[in-house]
């Protein structure tokens, strides 16, 4: 039963960076949490006002287009929560107060690596409470344009996710991930977030990716990529990809116990599966032991056939 209990980090932890859409430093600390407390920002304010919390949860996403942005009328904004999101929730941590003195989550280097390095410095203990689980009982489907996504009912946490980019580089990648036989940290941890060069300069006119850079970013060319290191994995653009998912089903407030499934999704349709089963009573209950499966060493990173899920063609 131990494997069902809730758990929290040993001790506070600090990381500092610059936010890779405002350009400005920003400081987290991670702190330990009481059971039943879940994941809450504490956004710093002036000395003369109390800090203020911000549930990261699906009620308080405020923005979905190149990040995932929480916020309230009190706190304002807190961008780029995603990759933190993934560590917390890949971890398998369910309570923690990510306290914030700025509006963006440092990008560090486009990845959860230093997140998940920060975590098992401090270390994780389990709590004397038990987890619960959101558990999907019936499918729910997701069609914003060509991206799709589809939670299914499934014995463990799965992920299943296919990107398909016109540009060669990149191209069509699909990746699978099961959290119960998977390990987040070798597998997904390392895989960094990516742009292209040629978009560069409107995303800077629009105010976005004003701390991006080579360091914090892989970048796509004409045909090749950018950085002079080159890519951590052949796959590495899946593997981010799959990383935000699990980063933005953890706003969920608790583990999705279910297979989702996406095609050329982001965070806005990560974001809209959440709400989508979570607005429907009677796709979900509360569980507070899965029946877990154990999964084949082919299950885990295998590649999806190429029409494994793709959008309505009537």
Same mark, same amino acid.
């Given at each position: 039963?131990?494997?069902?209990?809730?758990?929290?980090?040993?001790?506070?932890?600090?990381?500092?960076?610059?936010?890779?859409?405002?350009?400005?430093?920003?400081?987290?600390?991670?702190?330990?949490?009481e059971p039943d407390t879940g994941i809450i920002f504490l956004k710093n304010t002036d000395e003369a006002a109390a800090d203020i919390e911000v549930p990261a949860s699906h009620r308080f996403v405020v923005a979905t287009a190149l990040s995932t942005v929480?916020?309230?009328?009190?706190?304002?904004?807190?961008?780029?929560?995603?990759?933190?999101?993934?560590?917390?929730?890949?971890?398998?941590?369910?309570?923690?107060?990510?306290?914030?003195?700025?509006?963006?989550?440092?990008?560090?280097?486009?990845?959860?690596?230093?997140?998940?390095?920060?975590?098992?410095?401090?270390?994780?203990?389990?709590?004397?409470? +038990?987890?619960?689980?959101?558990? /999907?009982?019936?499918? *729910?489907?997701?069609? =914003? !344009? &060509?991206?799709?996504?589809?939670?299914? @009912?499934?014995?463990?946490?799965?992920?299943?996710?296919?990107?398909?980019?016109?540009?060669?580089?990149?191209?069509?990648?699909?990746?699978?991930?099961?959290?119960?036989?998977?390990?987040?940290?070798?597998?997904?941890?390392?895989?960094?977030?990516?742009?292209?060069?040629?978009?560069?300069?409107?995303?800077?006119?629009?105010?976005?990716?004003?701390?991006?850079?080579?360091?914090?970013?892989?970048?796509?060319?004409?045909?090749?990529?950018?950085?002079?290191?080159?890519? +951590?994995?052949?796959?590495?653009? /899946?593997?981010?990809? *799959?990383?935000?998912? =699990? !980063? &933005?089903?953890?706003?969920?407030?608790? @583990?999705?116990?279910?297979?989702?499934?996406?095609?050329?999704?982001?965070?806005?349709?990560?974001?809209?599966?959440?709400?989508?089963?979570?607005?429907?009573?009677?796709?979900?209950?509360?569980?507070?032991?899965?029946?877990?499966?154990?999964?084949?060493?082919?299950?885990?990173?295998?590649?999806?056939?190429?029409?494994?899920?793709?959008?309505?063609?009537?």
């Amino acid at each position: 039963m131990k494997a069902h209990s809730q758990t929290t980090i040993n001790d506070r932890v600090s990381l500092s960076g610059v936010g890779v859409h405002c350009g400005a430093s920003s400081t987290v600390t991670l702190h330990p949490a009481e059971p039943d407390t879940g994941i809450i920002f504490l956004k710093n304010t002036d000395e003369a006002a109390a800090d203020i919390e911000v549930p990261a949860s699906h009620r308080f996403v405020v923005a979905t287009a190149l990040s995932t942005v929480l916020g309230s009328t009190q706190a304002g904004s807190i961008a780029t929560v995603e990759h933190l999101m993934a560590s917390i929730g890949g971890l398998g941590i369910d309570n923690i107060i990510v306290e914030i003195d700025g509006d963006e989550v440092p990008i560090m280097d486009g990845s959860a690596e230093a997140f998940v390095d920060a975590i098992r410095q401090v270390g994780i203990r389990r709590q004397p409470a +038990r987890r619960r689980y959101i558990k /999907v009982l019936k499918p *729910v489907r997701v069609q =914003i !344009g &060509d991206a799709v996504g589809e939670l299914m @009912p499934c014995d463990s946490r799965r992920f299943e996710v296919e990107i398909d980019f016109a540009d060669a580089i990149i191209g069509r990648q699909a990746y699978v991930y099961d959290a119960e036989s998977g390990d987040f940290a070798r597998d997904l941890a390392r895989a960094r977030t990516f742009g292209f060069m040629s978009s560069v300069e409107q995303l800077w006119a629009n105010g976005y990716a004003l701390g991006a850079s080579l360091e914090n970013t892989v970048v796509i060319g004409d045909d090749q990529i950018v950085n002079p290191e080159g890519l +951590r994995f052949a796959d590495e653009f /899946v593997r981010h990809k *799959v990383l935000d998912a =699990i !980063g &933005d089903l953890t706003l969920a407030g608790a @583990p999705v116990l279910g297979h989702y499934r996406s095609y050329r999704g982001g965070h806005r349709l990560n974001c809209a599966m959440v709400e989508a089963l979570l607005s429907d009573k009677s796709a979900w209950e509360w569980s507070t032991v899965p029946a877990r499966r154990e999964a084949t060493q082919a299950d885990v990173g295998a590649m999806l056939p190429a029409a494994a899920l793709g959008p309505d063609v009537s």
